[in-house]
């Protein structure tokens, strides 16, 4: 669970990052690149509803962010984000620091999908990150100095076990703008994921995602307990 957690809230800051490096460009530009390096860094096809990036305020505004996983794992939505916004310090931008004043992230879906090999979407991109960060040999030396107030809005979490069926679940967080102040690491948000966990009982889901592939006869794996029955799941705050 914390490595799950921990994985994403790295590639969030990775967005961020990349999104503080653009911002002296204008609206299509700042898309067309933004798409790029998103694909690269995930292996994921990406498509971006509408971006602004402000002029006379230091604000950048997504709207329907979504992204989609690769054949292998039939390409469906990975993720859907109808709203990404953020509001960056201008002076610690210029010091090559990226500090974000509000960041509010509102995530309607996230699909983790497991294959007829074994292996997951989220270890996939994973070890795509990782193999990238190796042959890289430069990186853009910008420090990620924190979030002063992150609101997160949690929809639909779903679990779909290609090789074994009877694993899929699906689940309805049901967050809506909870505000966490002062992020300056993961461990910020640890309260905040232990708490989800526990309440929406995401473990045994968790335990699937990172149980490493299994070897042609190697023993099988007890199933892990149920998830409860999702609720009917409500649209994305608009």
């Avoid at 995401?202 to 990172?210: E, G, H, S, T």
């Amino acid at each position: 669970m914390k490595k799950l957690f921990k994985w994403l809230f790295k590639l969030l800051l990775l967005l961020a990052v990349l999104v503080g490096l653009l911002l002296l460009f204008r609206n299509p530009i700042v898309k067309a690149l933004l798409e790029r390096e998103i694909r690269k860094e995930t292996g994921l096809e990406v498509f971006i509803g509408h971006l602004r990036v402000g002029v006379t305020s230091p604000v950048l505004e997504i709207e329907n962010l979504r992204l989609f996983n690769p054949p292998e794992f039939d390409r469906g939505t990975f993720a859907d984000l109808p709203e990404l916004s953020l509001e960056y310090d201008r002076e610690a931008l210029l010091r090559r620091q990226l500090r974000l004043r509000t960041l509010r992230l509102n995530v309607f879906e996230i699909h983790f999908v497991r294959n007829q090999d074994g292996t997951t979407n989220l270890r996939m991109m994973r070890d795509r990150s990782a193999q990238r960060r190796r042959a890289s040999s430069s990186r853009a030396d910008v420090e990620f100095t924190g979030i002063d107030v992150l609101s997160l809005t949690l929809g639909r979490f779903k679990y779909t076990d290609r090789k074994e069926p009877s694993r899929s679940d699906e689940l309805w967080l049901g967050v809506r703008n909870t505000r966490i102040k002062d992020v300056r690491s993961f461990e910020d948000l640890e309260p905040f994921l232990v708490k989800l966990t526990l309440e929406k009982n995401l473990k045994p889901v968790f335990d699937q995602l990172f149980r490493p592939p299994q070897k042609p006869g190697s023993p099988p794996v007890s199933p892990p307990g149920r998830l409860p029955a999702p609720v009917e799941a409500e649209g994305p705050a608009k």
